[in-house]
């Protein structure tokens, strides 16, 4: 945070710089100082899809999905392809209960980069909300027995086998 903070004080026009304040302080927990280090950074370029991102992200984690949706949006309407702003925003959308709207959004991050383990899972949990465990065991399988899969993605088909019944398999 410390040389991001000398750059931006030397060249206070400087986005990488105000970016990675943000980036710091996120990864940090200082939700807070993140969002002050991207909303600088949206000052500047008021169309820069990962400071965007990185708001939306702060408010997120700050148990403030509702505040995040318009940045993601925004993020994606400039950048599409934007596949963390997408994955993001599904997940936005979940956390407001907006299951089908989220389904859809991983899909889309799906048609960009089908290898995506981030938003099959993000997709499978969600499918799992909506009582779709077929699917959703179909695609955390498939997670769960690459060389991608971590102990929580295992830890997410248990809870989906326990869902639909299946408490051998969990």
Known sequence: VGIFQQVAAAEPQNID??????????????????????????????????ALRGLASARMMKGEP???????????QIDGSDTKALNTLGVTKDMLGKHAEAQAVYRRVLQINPGNYS????????LALTGNHAESIKLLEEIASSTKSTPITKQNLALVYAAAGRTQDA
């Open 17 to 50: 710089a105000l970016l990675g304040i943000g980036d710091c302080y996120l990864a940090l927990g200082a939700l807070d100082n993140a969002a002050l280090g991207y909303a600088r950074a949206l000052e500047i370029n008021p169309n820069s899809s990962r």
């Open 66 to 76: 509702q505040f995040a949706i318009a940045h993601l949006e925004k993020a994606v």
């Open 119 to 126: 938003a099959k899972n993000n997709l499978a949990l969600s």
